[in-house]
């Protein structure tokens, strides 16, 4: 397949930049993947699409202020990290801008020298490993002198931290926010649990391919990042009981999704376990896991829009992501959400 089957035209002006003030105002497209019908909703119209025994899926990765801005020692010239991926200990892998001024051995000071970052090994595309120092709580220092790690096509600055966090986020690790969970308040989750459906949690870490384009014309040849999952025990339970009993999983968001694929095995069945995965989801794949999703409205030529056209076929999305470009939906981190059914 070529990376082109899953370009649309998409008007700048659609691209939400701020989160609307109260999260379940969204507006909803119901996209029935059989029929490729659809229906214009409110978010809180998603409780008439959730069935009693279902299971709702959340990630409770809690994104971490990762955007450090520091000084280079050497010259004071300016230098933005972006923290991706903890190796061990005090190792990380992060994405730097200006790249080309970051080589081994360079050190990077934050907070007039509150933390410090030394360069030990360069990657591609700007990718460089750091080890970091300091004195205290390094969770601490990043809440103190870190931003929220917003995607490029944000140009609003984000005046409340919490707005880029679910209600549930916990884990914390993560580059990105699984923004299909930002609709969600507890009032709403209670009122889902109220009515029969349980819920599970998930943790996928997002990563360092959230920040980058597929390169390549055959999406086959596409290399996938790697990204830490876990699932417990407890939860494993709960989703091969609602199997067991005959109801429906629905992951929320592309996150929810992949770590489902990834741990399922042939037959559906969940054990608990963590690890990596680099699992891609585009049209052809057979689903074990997901019967329903929720989602946001993706970039074109995205691996996110594939795993979506993966589930409710290529055509049937293309034509919903043109009714939403038509009716001026909001699109992507900040934006409305679609429910795949």
Known sequence: MNINDFDFDL?????????????????????????????????THILDYLHEGDCLVLNDTKVLPARLIGEKTETGAAIEVLLLKQIEGDTWETLVKPAKR?????????????????????GDQGARILEYKYDGIFY???????????????????????????????????????????????????????????????????GLG???????????????HSEYYQLSEENAELLNRTRENGGRIITVGTTSTRTLETIADEKGIFKP???????????????????????NFHLPKSTLIMLVSAMAGRENTLAAYRAAVEEK????????AMLIK
């Not at 081994?104 to 090994?121: N, Q, R, S, Y």
């Not at 055959?218 to 996938?224: A, G, L, Q, R, V």
């Not at 939906?329 to 409305?336: A, E, I, K, N, V």
């Open 11 to 43: 008007p700048e002006e659609l691209i939400a930049q701020v989160p609307l003030e109260d999260r379940t105002s969204s507006r909803l497209m119901v996209l029935d993947k059989e029929t490729g019908q659809v229906e214009h909703q409110s978010f």
């Open 102 to 122: 970051i080589k081994p051995g360079t050190v990077i000071t934050f907070g007039d020298g509150l933390l410090t970052a030394e360069c030990i090994e360069t």
């Open 140 to 206: 601490e220092l990043l809440d103190q002198l870190g931003d929220m790690p917003l995607p490029p096509y944000i140009k609003e600055k984000l005046d409340d931290k919490d707005r880029y966090q679910t209600v549930f986020a916990k884990e914390r690790g993560s580059a990105a926010a699984p923004t299909a969970g930002l609709h969600f308040t507890e009032e709403i989750l209670d009122e889902i649990r109220s009515r029969g459906v349980n819920i599970a949690f998930i943790t996928l870490h997002v």
């Open 329 to 336: 939906y909001r699109f992507f981190s900040f934006g409305d």
């Open 273 to 295: 376990q963590s690890g990596w995965t680099d699992i891609f989801i585009y049209p052809g794949y057979t689903f074990k896991a997901s019967d329903v999703l929720l989602t």
């Open 210 to 224: 959230t920040f980058r384009p597929v390169s390549v014309d055959s999406i086959e040849e596409h290399d996938m």
